[in-house]
């Protein structure tokens, strides 16, 4: 088949806007694939179109949409990096034509009876995301204008796959992330527990995430933490940090000691990210909590006939900022009964234009004692739009009255009852935990 070859201004013009035409836009990522690949071959007058995407783990070009082909050659197909007709595109990032195919070329494209092939690299940032190849049954010469015009179909093909990437990630980030967020808080006595999350709209899913556990002494531990950036990874990284730090909760005394194990399994496995953590420990007869802050916001506690306000607690470095940080404190803070703490990520008092402190102003004026679930409910409906601009995770504790202290943790009660105290800050001794029995174990 001869193609036109140039065609003068009006021929190419009609080109281009076949390829740009913005009624593309209003397909779903794969039906425009399949139509541009069809003006493609309209408008270059080709037997053959095919669009491969990259997978980057596996180093291979993956056949995603085509026109012309047999099945066997469209249907997910895969052609390692500098193999082939499209692997050599992809490993040399530069448009290729073959005048006279061979065997030696592309033996899967040959068989199909290929004579001619053009070639161009789909690419995002500069980075090959893709192949897109024409090919003609008979002898062909593509011109310069073909290649250009090409080109052009490869990056309207490589928005619409970038689209679709982000799609498929952040499906997959909210997937992983609710699969780790409690189905049900546990059921623990002394308390009432409610908690939300919300995705955010323009920034995406990101790593926030919250977490009740009770510990076999009766401790009842709760987290709530925020991994840096947003979507999958970050997700990964969350349900990773998660995991750990439900481990570490097992084998340590104290919330700054759990801390101190993840920010050493950070800067040791999970290199370059950050989080801001907030660890409590609420104790078996629910009068007493011990909490430390990696960069976390500082809670919030209501208690009645006192308005809410943030907890006065030193905040520590977040997590992954430096491996030779200051040893990490926790203080303890009295819990009254019918109190309730929440414990919250920025995304609920982020606003942009404004100081993150309105926010938390805005957020204790919403807080009042109650039951959890009711707490919870007034803050969103406050605070929080339908679709926010950034995560938002949020967790209410009411004490409900006191729990009946296990045997275990007798010593334990006794100590933290010496307080009548609202305040009680100490430091972590040492860069390790404290292996003495504690609240985090049997």
């Not at 005048?99 to 030696?104: G, H, W």
């Not at 909210?174 to 323009?202: C, E, F, I, K, N």
């Not at 002494?217 to 991994?227: A, F, P, Q, T, Y």
């Not at 819990?335 to 204790?364: H, K, M, N, Q, S």
Request: hydrophobic share 40%; proline share 6%; charged share 25%.
């Amino acid at each position: 088949m001869i193609g036109v070859q140039g065609g003068g201004s009006d021929e190419r013009l009609r080109r281009i806007e076949a390829i740009t035409d913005a009624a593309l836009s209003q397909l779903d990522v794969n039906d425009l694939l399949e139509e541009l690949l069809d003006r493609v071959r309209e408008v270059l007058r080709v037997d053959t179109a095919a669009i491969l995407l990259l997978d980057v783990h596996a180093r291979q070009l993956v056949a995603t949409a085509a026109k012309g082909l047999k099945d066997e050659v469209r249907q997910g197909s895969r052609i390692a990096v500098g193999r082939g007709f499209a692997g050599r595109i992809a490993r040399e990032k530069q448009p290729v034509v073959l005048d006279e195919v061979t065997a030696a070329d592309d033996p899967t494209l040959f068989d199909s009876g290929v004579r001619s092939l053009l070639g161009v690299p789909m690419l995002a940032g500069g980075e090959v995301i893709g192949v897109l190849h024409v090919g003609c049954l008979q002898p062909h010469r593509f011109t310069d204008d073909d290649v250009q015009v090409l080109q052009l179909a490869a990056d309207r093909a490589s928005l619409a796959s970038r689209s679709r990437a982000s799609s498929i990630d952040r499906t997959a980030a909210l997937a992983l992330q609710r699969s780790l967020l409690p189905t049900h808080l546990p059921d623990a006595p002394g308390v009432d527990m409610a908690a939300r999350y919300v995705p955010g709209h323009d920034a995406g899913v990101g790593g926030d995430w919250y977490d009740v556990f009770t510990l076999p002494s009766g401790w009842l531990g709760v987290v709530i933490g925020d991994v840096s950036g947003h979507g999958l990874r970050s997700a990964v990284v969350m349900g990773r940090l998660r995991s750990a730090l439900r481990a570490y909760a097992l084998i340590c005394d104290d919330p700054a000691s759990a801390l101190t194990l993840l920010d050493r399994k950070i800067h040791h496995f999970e290199a370059g990210n950050l989080a801001t953590v907030l660890y409590a420990m609420i104790s078996p007869d629910r009068t007493t909590i011990r909490m430390s802050l990696a960069g976390h916001l500082q809670p919030v506690l209501a208690g009645p006939g006192r308005p809410a306000e943030t907890l006065n607690l030193p905040v520590d470095l977040p997590l992954g900022v430096r491996p030779d940080r200051p040893a990490r404190r926790y203080a303890e803070v009295a819990f009254p009964a019918e109190a309730v703490l929440v414990c919250y990520t920025d995304g609920l008092v982020e606003r942009r234009g404004e100081v993150i402190d309105t926010g938390i102003e805005r957020l204790c004026a919403a807080v009042e004692p109650g039951a959890a679930e009711a707490v919870c409910a007034r803050i969103m409906t406050t605070l929080a739009g339908e679709q926010p601009t950034d995560d938002v995770a949020l967790l209410a504790i009411q004490s409900t009255g006191r729990s009946r202290v296990s045997p275990g943790a007798d010593s334990h009660r006794r100590a933290a009852a010496g307080g009548t105290r609202p305040l009680r800050q100490r430091r972590q001794p040492g860069p390790g935990p404290q292996r003495q029995p504690g609240p985090g174990r049997v």
